[in-house]
Every structure is written in C-alpha cells, then in structure tokens.
C-alpha cells in the first residue's frame, strides 16, 4: 500500500474536477498494466510551499485484493472484479470464453440477446444477477453481486459440476456471510485508507510549518540588502506593486516618497579605497533610518535610497526632512556624510508611486546643486 498526495496534475481524472466532494473511490492503471484501486479523500485548503494540494490518496493493486478474497476448487471456479461497462478491474481470467477480456465482449455471441441485454442492464443498474452459458467444455454459471458505493460487480464463475455438488448445499445465511466478510474487507481496507491520511495530513502540517519558516527566511533574505541590513531594491519592487493597487483603489489618503543620493562616494572610492566606500555607505544609511524612524528605508542602488512615508511617518516627514537638511550642511563643513535628498507627497493626479518618485527624484537634484554650492561633493 503506498500513500500519495496530488496538486491536480495526475492520471487520476476526478482530480481534473474544479471541486471534490467526499470520498472518492476509482481505479487507475500503473504503466498501463497492474489495476489500483484509488480511496482518495479532499484535503481543501492544504499546501505545501505555496503548492495546493487537492487530494490525498492510497492505491491499493486490485490484484493483490483478489488473491486475498477469490476462492478456487480444483481450478474450476474463478472470481473478478468487473466495472459497469463489464471491463476487467482484476486482471483475472475467467474461463475458458470470458478470460480477461470485457464481460459483455466475450458473451455477446454466446448468449440469447434478450439475457445479454438484461444482465448489461444489471451491470449499469448495480443489481446482482446470474447468467448461464455453454463454454464448449461446460455449461457455466457467472453469478454476480454489486459492491455498494463502487459502482463495481464482483463476480464468480462456477462449472455446472460444482453447481451440483456444492452449490446446492449453500445455504442464503452462507452467501449473505459472504458477502458481510467482502464488504467487511473493503471497510477494513477504507479504515487503514484513514488512519494513513491522518498521519500523513499531522506529518504534512508540520513540514509545512516548518517549509513556511523556512520560505520567510529566504524571503527575509532576498528582501534584506547585505551591505546596510535595510531592505533592497526587491523588497522596494514589491511594495510598489502593493501601493499601485492601493491607489487604483482609491485605499491611500497620505503617502509620501522622500529620495536619497550619497553626495562623494566615486571620490572616496577614488581616494581612500572601496572599504572606506561602503563604510560612507553604511553611515548615510544609519543616518536616513535615524531620521526617519516611521518610514521604510529601501536601498535601491549603489549610492541611492528611497524612503515611503505613510501614517505617524507621513504626519512627521516635513519635521525630519528639515532636521536631516540641517545635519547635512553641519557635516559639509566637519566632512561628515552629506546626502541629497528630494521629496513628494501623492496628488489627486497621480495614479502610479511612481509619479511621486519622479517628482522627488527631480528636486534630490536640485538640491544636490545647492550642496555643491555650499562645497559638498557632487561624486
């Protein structure tokens, strides 16, 4: 017995179906021989990594039940396991005539018309029944029973001498413990079906709790910018999408952009190596996330960050731009860490975050005029 899991892309046609409603019981062939039985189950709402999971399921090689059920005297009496349209579910030959082949494909030619069409109606209908034929050898007897919730007939073949020398004896209470013992085999096998899912399904949360920690921390490292700690320019990607939909909603009453350019990084790199570069870095950054402790602080390129306002940080930006202006022109003067920055709030006009970037992006530049004035570097 082996246990699966699916995400819908399977040999497995009810898992093609837009939903799944209760147990679900089928057949599939392996490689296109060996004849399993499918309990499948719905697992609404699971997944693992992302991935949702339709189904969880064991396969069960109708073979192997058959060998545990069939009966056999002397060779002369055969079972199967037939669908509704009389295909061979078991892969056992019965007989001489019907062999492995299609119940009704085998009979067409052998018996009366009228009994053909009545047993197929049985077979359609889950009905039991018996039909009798000549087999060249023998006159044989196929009895059959419906096995309920499966649309399946289980069927015996058994030679007019047995008939006669058993059969007769059988008793109704022998045929109806047979059949309790059939149908107490396929509760067991549904049972064990269960107790398998539930294991699997307590083993699946727990790997999936421990797949989603995982998920956040790579995803906390692909957001994350290695050099400062604040995050980088994916991270910025990401909630640009997010606000672009805010805004097409109409969801955000205040949003402010403020941008950021490190002012002599080129001439640090030049002069004193590229250590010292990422040193000045790491300063003009510490600084930007001091002043503007509400906002998120993105890197999003060598020397350039981009600060989103929104909330408590919104309602303070113009008091922290003010402050960290002031900062930067004390430090041209002590050769300290000098950026330029520019900043914009979103208008009635603007439908993208990236309308509000522009217009800070621009006055960043005009104020990078004004620092070289005052005997900044620009490089």
Request: charged letters at 25%; a negative charge; one cysteine or more.
């Amino acid at each position: 017995m082996r246990l699966f899991s699916s995400t819908g892309r399977s040999r497995h046609s009810f898992l093609s179906d837009e939903n799944l409603n209760g147990r679900i019981i089928s057949t599939v062939s392996i490689y296109g021989s060996s004849k399993q039985l499918c309990l499948a189950i719905p697992t609404p709402g699971l997944t693992i990594m992302g991935k949702p999971f339709k189904a969880c399921f064991v396969q069960l090689d109708i073979k192997d039940i058959v060998d545990l059920l069939a009966f056999d005297d002397e060779g002369r009496t055969s079972f199967a396991l037939y669908a509704q349209n009389g295909a061979n579910l078991s892969g056992t030959e019965l007989g001489p005539v019907i062999l492995h082949h299609n119940f009704f494909e085998a009979l067409k030619d052998i018996v009366p018309v009228n009994v053909w069409k009545d047993n197929r109606e049985n077979f359609e209908n889950a009905e039991e029944g018996s039909i009798t034929f000549d087999s060249g050898e023998a006159e044989e007897t196929l009895c059959y029973v419906p096995i309920q919730d499966t649309g399946w007939e289980m069927a015996v073949l058994i030679r007019e001498s047995v008939i006669q020398d058993q059969i007769r004896d059988i008793s109704e209470k022998n045929l109806d413990t047979n059949r309790s013992q059939i149908a107490f085999t396929f509760i067991a096998a549904l049972g064990l079906a269960g107790i398998l899912l539930h294991q699997f399904r307590k083993l699946s949360m727990v790997r999936l709790e421990e797949e989603k920690e995982t998920s956040r921390t790579f995803q906390t490292m692909a957001n994350t910018d290695s050099l400062t700690g604040v995050r980088n320019k994916l991270a910025y990607t990401e909630n640009e999408a997010a606000i672009n939909s805010q805004i097409e909603a109409g969801e955000l009453p205040n949003l402010g952009v403020v941008v950021g350019d490190l002012n002599g990084l080129k001439h640090v790199n030049d002069t004193q190596g590229h250590a010292a570069g990422d040193t000045l870095i790491k300063d003009a950054c510490a600084m930007i996330c001091d002043y503007f402790k509400q906002g998120a602080v993105f890197r999003i390129g060598g020397d350039e960050f981009a600060v989103i306002l929104q909330g408590k940080g919104f309602d303070t930006m113009q008091e922290a731009i003010d402050d960290l202006n002031r900062k930067v022109e004390e430090n041209i003067k002590e050769n300290g860490v000098v950026v330029s920055i520019g900043y914009s709030v979103l208008g009635d006009e603007d439908t993208k975050l990236r309308d509000v970037f522009e217009r800070a992006d621009q006055m960043m530049y005009e104020r990078k005029k004004e620092l070289k004035a005052m005997g900044a570097q620009t490089r």
